[in-house]
């Protein structure tokens, strides 16, 4: 088959983990005779510093034309100053809406060479594979109004959460559907004591819940859940949420599999077109040093072969690869404990390619 993938290695770490991804689409092309074609486009702070835009038209429009997007990370120090006008991630939201991935896809597995790597006593972690389906395009972080001003002489900020039911029911439904290829169980995690618009978002689940009946559903607030994860990780199979409690939960369930650096992501649409990324950010502590894991970003094109491609085959060969590489002992720096050599992004990349 032939396929335009769309590159956007942005800030930090991202250009060193996405080139590995690429070595490794390569090769999968080469195998299988398919070819990709790779664009290369700005976007994140590097897009800022050349033309003053985060996504530049340029960016979006090769975006839009492309069967997938694959992303490194936008964001870094440099521009992070609360009262810069113009932010990395806002370029990174504006291409979530714009590409209509209302459906944020982040696995949380345990790879069992890794079992020792989690903080998580190992047979609280042993069985733990759940599936975060996290709403992308609405929510407190698109609510408008949103803005700084004064209020009684006092500096003030303020955002919106809001949720109407097409959003809601959308990205449960999605939530849902996996589930049937599942392990048959739906989560929704919301803060219906308190918030509105989580009221709303409850009452159109249990609309949603009633039309899979064969799917068992449950009702969690955040902070439980934020609980849960830790002390009972292995009772959740699907679990949907709104945009912001899908941000923050996914990154403690990163850590149940040991490392940030091990998790991909898939944001879907209505269409095939996804935008592809590793959950971690742009990790300007590491940067340049060649040392990041490329693994998340090696596993999301795993997941973008998947879904925007209809590759399982080649999809579930990534996955294998990958696990290879693990079970053989081969660790990045993040993932090496007292004693274990560590090797670097590269080493990392081409070990996958290897085992392809
Ligand atoms: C993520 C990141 C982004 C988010 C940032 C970089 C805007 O944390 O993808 O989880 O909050 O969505
Ligand atoms: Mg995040």
């Given at each position: 088959?032939e396929?335009k993938?769309?590159?956007?290695?942005?800030?930090?770490?991202?250009?060193?983990v996405v080139?590995e991804?690429?070595?490794?689409?390569?090769a999968v092309?080469?195998?299988?005779?398919?070819?990709?074609?790779?664009?290369?486009?700005?976007a994140?702070?590097?897009?800022?510093?050349?033309?003053?835009?985060?996504?530049?038209?340029?960016?979006?429009?090769?975006c839009?034309?492309?069967?997938?997007?694959?992303?490194?990370?936008?964001?870094?120090?440099?521009?992070?100053?609360?009262?810069?006008?113009?932010?990395?991630?806002?370029?990174l939201?504006k291409?979530?809406?714009?590409?209509?991935?209302?459906a944020?896809i982040?696995p949380?597995k345990?790879?069992?060479?890794?079992?020792?790597?989690?903080?998580?006593?190992?047979?609280?972690?042993?069985?733990?594979?759940?599936?975060?389906?996290?709403e992308?395009?609405?929510?407190?972080?698109?609510?408008?109004?949103?803005?700084?001003?004064?209020?009684?002489?006092?500096?003030?900020?303020?955002?919106?959460?809001?949720y109407?039911?097409?959003?809601?029911?959308?990205?449960?439904?999605v939530?849902?559907?996996?589930?049937?290829?599942?392990?048959?169980?739906?989560?929704?995690?919301?803060?219906?004591n308190?918030?509105?618009?989580?009221?709303?978002w409850?009452?159109?689940?249990?609309?949603?819940?009633?039309?899979y009946?064969?799917?068992?559903?449950?009702?969690?607030?955040?902070d439980a859940?934020?609980?849960?994860l830790v002390?009972?990780?292995?009772?959740?199979?699907?679990?949907?949420?709104?945009?912001?409690?899908?941000?923050?939960?996914?990154?403690?369930?990163?850590?149940?599999s040991?490392?940030?650096?091990?998790?991909p992501s898939?944001?879907l649409?209505?269409?095939?077109?996804?935008?592809?990324?590793?959950i971690?950010?742009?990790?300007?502590?590491?940067?340049?040093?060649?040392?990041?894991?490329?693994?998340?970003?090696?596993?999301?094109?795993?997941?973008?072969?998947?879904?925007s491609?209809?590759?399982?085959e080649?999809?579930?060969?990534?996955?294998?690869?990958v696990?290879?590489v693990?079970?053989?002992?081969?660790?990045?720096?993040?993932?090496?404990r007292?004693?274990?050599?560590?090797?670097?992004?590269?080493e990392?990349?081409?070990?996958?390619v290897?085992?392809?």
């Open positions: 088959m396929a993938i769309t590159l956007l290695p942005g800030d930090g770490i991202g250009p060193e080139n991804a690429v070595k490794v689409l390569t092309a080469a195998q299988h005779t398919h070819t990709f074609t790779f664009t290369e486009k700005m994140g702070g590097i897009a800022i510093d050349e033309t003053g835009d985060p996504l530049p038209e340029d960016t979006l429009g090769a839009l034309e492309s069967d997938a997007v694959l992303l490194g990370a936008v964001g870094g120090p440099k521009w992070s100053d609360p009262k810069a006008a113009v932010r990395p991630e806002q370029g939201l291409l979530r809406k714009s590409l209509g991935v209302f944020n982040r949380v345990v790879f069992a060479a890794l079992a020792d790597a989690s903080p998580l006593r190992p047979e609280r972690v042993q069985n733990v594979d759940i599936v975060f389906v996290r992308l395009t609405g929510g407190i972080y698109f609510g408008q109004p949103q803005g700084r001003e004064m209020v009684d002489g006092l500096r003030s900020g303020h955002d919106t959460m809001r109407n039911e097409m959003e809601i029911k959308r990205v449960v439904n939530a849902f559907k996996l589930a049937q290829g599942r392990r048959g169980k739906v989560t929704s995690v919301d803060k219906a308190v918030l509105a618009s989580s009221r709303v409850r009452e159109v689940a249990h609309e949603v819940a009633a039309e009946p064969d799917i068992e559903y449950e009702d969690v607030l955040v859940m934020a609980m849960y002390n009972r990780p292995g009772d959740f199979d699907v679990v949907v949420t709104g945009n912001m409690f899908g941000d923050i939960l996914s990154d403690e369930a990163s850590m149940i040991g490392s940030l650096g091990m998790l898939a944001a649409g209505e269409g095939m077109l996804g935008l592809y990324e590793p971690h950010g742009s990790a300007p502590d590491i940067a340049g040093k060649g040392i990041a894991n490329p693994l998340a970003t090696i596993l999301s094109t795993a997941m973008l072969l998947r879904s491609l209809g590759l399982e080649e999809a579930s060969k990534v996955e294998t690869a696990s290879q693990l079970a053989a002992g081969y660790r990045t720096a993040d993932l090496a007292g004693g274990e050599t560590a090797v670097n992004t590269q990392m990349g081409d070990l996958v290897k085992a392809l």
